[in-house]
């Protein structure tokens, strides 16, 4: 799997879109890219994937640079409970038995 | 929504006791996990689980531990000899064809 590189830390003010970058330079073409967070000690919570092409939904958008060496994970209004440690992880497509590899992830701090 | 549902919350156990740490998957999906985290360290994978056969497993996932889908809705994860090292948060996840979905863990204390 690819590797992914992303900021320690971050924070951001309630109300505020939060910009969460990540980099994956050596991503195969076969590869998406998947977005968890983690609040506390609870279980990772899925947020969102893509493989090319920007996407969005309920929770947030998804911006995937065109030669998809990065991303970037978009919370349009950042709340309090918002606060968490989110994972940005590169996984093959087609293979749903698949293990996900998590790295250090960046810890975003809202701000009241 | 539908979601994965981890019992119990906490166990605390003696070390070298046996602890079965259980799960229920969301219903339509056919792929099975286990993955623990240390405290303050990262979610490491332990097993992945389908069509009643383990699918890949880590280095972590020795003799000790072993999994089972004993009657259809149920995934379990054995520990059969508990060391100290053992103690960590274990979350079981489950996924049909593509993000798979987390289970809010199992803290697993050993004394």
């Known amino acids: 799997d690819a590797k992914t590189t992303q900021p320690t830390s971050m924070d951001c003010a309630e109300g505020r879109a939060a910009n969460l970058p990540c980099n994956h330079s050596t991503i195969s073409g076969n590869e998406y890219v998947y977005w968890y967070r983690q609040i506390h000690s609870q279980g990772p919570q899925y947020i969102i994937h893509?493989?090319?092409n920007n996407e969005t939904n309920e929770m947030a958008s998804l911006i995937i640079t065109e030669d998809r060496k990065s991303s970037t994970l978009i919370l349009p209004h950042a709340t309090l409970r918002d606060t968490a440690v989110y994972y940005c992880?590169?996984?093959?497509?087609?293979?749903?038995?698949?293990?996900?590899?998590f790295g250090s992830g960046t810890r975003l701090l809202v701000r009241p | 929504e539908p979601e994965v549902t981890q019992t119990p919350s906490h166990q605390v156990t003696q070390m070298g006791q046996e602890v079965i740490l259980r799960c229920v998957p969301i219903s339509n999906h056919l792929y099975f996990y286990w993955y623990r985290q240390i405290l303050g360290q990262k979610v490491e994978f332990l097993v992945s689980f389908y069509n009643n056969e383990i699918s890949e497993k880590s280095e972590i996932f020795d003799d000790q531990f072993s999994v089972e889908r004993p009657d259809g809705s149920n995934f379990t994860l054995k520990i059969r000899s508990t060391k100290l090292e053992d103690s960590a948060m274990y979350f079981c996840?489950?996924?049909?064809?593509?993000?798979?979905?987390f289970g809010d863990g199992t803290r697993l204390s050993i004394l």
């Open positions: 893509g493989l090319k």
């Open positions: 996840a489950s996924s049909g064809d593509q993000p798979q979905h």
């Open positions: 992880i590169v996984r093959v497509a087609g293979d749903s038995s698949y293990k996900l590899i």
